[in-house]
Structures are given as structure tokens and as C-alpha cells.
């Protein structure tokens, strides 16, 4: 079975410190995971996906997660953030088992970012 | 922009009544998903439609279901509704081929069941 565990649900933040948001998979397969973010008000957004290449995925907005097979961990990092980075932001795991790539989200990490 | 839209945007119902709600996808997806995602928490898999047929779905009863048209557009319909099904609920678009996961999120409709 898949499933997500995302470590904090709310993280702080000043404007121009460094982001870490922290996410822990459980696959029975090779996983595809995502890095997911939504805006008030707003759709999902993809900002980034792991599919078994580059174990540094690198994606929008200044954003990278890292691939740890070891420790099943895919954290969320930026170097600086910026008040636009405020928002919900949701790891995401494919279920590639049945074929139908369905997504489990983790229960979601709210970024506040402080001026 | 993802290019998928959704509508209503806002929809109030009472407990009991049915409805339908309806979400265009990307030219030449064919391959659409539905997701409800209740007030802080994640979105949840409800099922998933390729080429008009359901062909995957999570652990929703019955009475929620769904359609695909040739069209690339698609519904949700739920009956008999509850108050917990109070919800934002998202459709995500894709192209079914080998390497291509990414899913695209309409907006969303925010259903309230009183």
C-alpha cells in the first residue's frame, strides 16, 4: 500500500530563511512522488515530481526535494522564502500497483512566512 | 492555468438531495480523476475515468459515481447526500501514456450540505 506521512502540519518561517517541509513514503513499489502546493482560494499546483531518475528533483519557484531511498524521505527545501511561497503544500505518492496512478496525499504542511 | 475548469464553483445542498458536478479537462486527456478534500485535509482518491470507463477507485460507497464523455469533460454525481459530504471536490486531468503522471487539478467545487 502507499501513503505519506508529512512530519509538520504547520511551519514558520522569515521571509529570506531557508524552507524545509519534511515528508516520509511507505511503497511497496518503486514510488512516483510529488511535491503538490495550493493557494487560498486556488487549484493544485505541481511543483515537482520524482519518477526513478535524478534523485534531486529540481522544480518551480526555486524549489527541490531529494529522493532518499534509505530513509523513505522526500523533504521539500528552498534556499530563501518569499512571502508568495505562503501556502498548503501536499506530498503525494503514486500508486503505479494497479496501474491507474491514483495520488495519495499526506494530510498537508501550511507554510506561513513571516515579513 | 492547468487548463481544466470546473464548475459550479460554490454549491449549497440539503441532506438527501443529489448533484452533479462538472469538470473540463485538457484537449486530449483521457484520463480523469475526482478527489474530495474536506476542510484541512488532504484530497482523497474517489475514482478515475479512462476513456469512459471507470478503471480505478477508492473507498467511496456507491452513490458517489461518475461519467466521462468523448469530449474531454466529465461528472460527479452524488446521491442521497450527507452532512459529511461537505467538501471541496477536485478533478485532475491526464494523457494515460508511459511516463506521463503528472496530473492536472481544476480549481475545484466547494459543496455544502446542510
Known amino acids: 500500500a502507499q501513503s505519506v506521512t508529512q512530519l509538520d502540519s504547520h511551519v514558520s518561517v522569515s521571509e529570506g530563511t531557508p524552507v524545509l517541509l519534511r515528508c516520509n513514503y511507505s511503497?511497496?513499489?518503486?514510488?512516483?512522488l510529488f511535491w503538490y502546493v495550493q493557494h487560498p482560494n486556488k487549484g493544485l499546483q505541481l511543483l515537482l515530481k520524482?519518477?526513478?531518475?535524478?534523485?534531486l528533483v529540481k522544480g518551480i519557484n526555486g524549489f527541490e526535494a531529494e529522493f532518499k531511498k534509505s530513509e523513505t524521505s522526500f523533504h521539500l527545501t528552498k534556499p530563501s522564502a518569499h512571502m508568495s511561497d505562503a501556502a498548503e503544500y501536499f506530498c503525494?505518492?503514486?500508486?503505479?500497483?494497479?496501474?491507474?496512478?491514483?495520488?495519495?496525499f499526506g494530510t498537508g504542511t501550511r507554510l506561513t512566512v513571516i515579513p | 492555468e492547468t487548463g481544466v475548469t470546473q464548475s459550479p464553483t460554490h454549491l449549497i445542498k440539503t441532506r438527501g438531495q443529489q448533484v452533479t458536478l462538472r469538470c473540463s479537462s485538457q484537449?486530449?486527456?483521457?484520463?480523469v480523476s475526482w478527489y474530495q478534500q474536506a476542510l484541512g485535509q488532504g484530497p482523497q482518491f474517489i475514482f478515475q475515468?479512462?476513456?469512459?470507463?471507470?478503471?480505478g477507485r477508492g473507498n467511496f460507497p456507491p452513490r458517489f459515481s461518475g461519467l466521462q464523455f468523448p469530449n474531454y469533460s466529465s461528472e460527479l454525481n452524488v446521491n442521497a447526500l450527507e452532512l459529511d459530504d461537505s467538501a471541496l471536490y477536485l478533478c485532475?486531468?491526464?494523457?494515460?501514456?508511459?511516463?506521463?503522471?503528472?496530473?492536472?487539478f481544476g480549481p475545484g467545487t466547494r459543496l455544502l450540505v446542510l
Open positions: 485532475a486531468s491526464r494523457w494515460a501514456a508511459s511516463g506521463q503522471e503528472t496530473q492536472y
Open positions: 511503497s511497496s513499489y518503486s514510488p512516483s
Open positions: 520524482y519518477t526513478s531518475a535524478a534523485t
Open positions: 503525494v505518492v503514486s500508486d503505479r500497483q494497479t496501474g491507474a496512478n491514483n495520488l495519495f
Open positions: 484537449s486530449g486527456h483521457n484520463t
Open positions: 475515468y479512462y476513456r469512459e470507463e471507470e478503471n
